[in-house]
T-cell receptor, first 112, second 112 residues
Framework: DSGVTQTPKHLITATGQRVTLRCSPRSGDLSVYWYQQSLDQGLQFLIQYYNGEERAKGNILERFSAQQFPDLHSELNLSSLELGDSALYFC???????????FGPGTRLTVT | SQQGEEDPQALSIQEGENATMNCSYKTSINNLQWYRQNSGRGLVHLIL?????REKHSGRLRVTLDTSKKSSSLLITASRAADTASYFCAFYPGGGADGLTFGKGTHLIIQP
């Protein structure tokens, strides 16, 4: 158990809809990262927050957004969903910048 | 692309044998990490090697890093059925981005 929790485990929704994925980092970790894993693109970094502030952006679509709250949990919002957004979405946290990361179990999103 | 490349893509060996997988990258790094992923689950951090280190051990794992060749290898000795998983190398690319860049992974199968 990494100490990072993610909800929900599975999500099935239709094209055009909006969903919110939730992540709680390990106790004390200030950095939260979001990744997308799909068969064709592999594991891709989406966005990072550090102590409530956006710190780095990766290959995140404009339809996607995230935030980190004062209690350090984070949410990833995916809107106007397309079939190609079906993937595993992972949250990770770390104690320090550019350090080892601890991954949650992921949310499997299926867009039909 | 700054993505890492693992080699081989897949590896099948007998239980008890050693497994070696390689990773190449193109950017400068300050550390390189290896992660394991069991089918469809979250990633587990295995080992981190810093750019000023050449070799690091952790239990049955040995990692080497050659920054002149921009390559790393992961050796798993005395493999077990439970080692069956996908293994990814990951690093922080240059330019200040703080999300990990992952290779496509090596799928390791340990035959009992």
């Amino acid at each position: 158990d990494s100490g990072v929790t993610q909800t929900p485990k599975h999500l099935i929704t239709a094209t055009g809809q909006r969903v919110t994925l939730r992540c709680s980092p390990r106790s004390g970790d200030l950095s939260v990262y979001w990744y997308q894993q799909s068969l064709d693109q592999g594991l891709q970094f989406l966005i990072q927050y550090y102590n409530g502030e956006e710190r780095a952006k990766g290959n995140i679509l404009e339809r996607f957004s995230a935030q980190q709250f004062p209690d350090l949990h984070s949410e990833l919002n995916l809107s106007s969903l397309e079939l190609g957004d079906s993937a595993l979405y992972f949250c990770a946290s770390s104690a320090f910048v550019r350090d080892e990361q601890y991954f949650g179990p992921g949310t499997r999103l299926t867009v039909t | 692309s700054q993505q890492g490349e693992e080699d081989p893509q897949a590896l099948s060996i007998q239980e008890g044998e050693n497994a070696t997988m390689n990773c190449s990258y193109k950017t400068s790094i300050n550390n390189l990490q290896w992660y394991r992923q069991n089918s469809g689950r979250g990633l587990v951090h295995l080992i981190l090697i810093r750019s000023n280190e050449r070799e690091k051990h952790s239990g049955r794992l040995r990692v080497t890093l050659d920054t002149s060749k921009k390559s790393s290898s992961l050796l798993i000795t005395a493999s077990r059925a439970a080692d069956t998983a996908s293994y990814f190398c990951a690093f922080y690319p240059g330019g200040g981005a703080d999300g990990l860049t992952f290779g496509k992974g090596t799928h390791l199968i340990i035959q009992p």
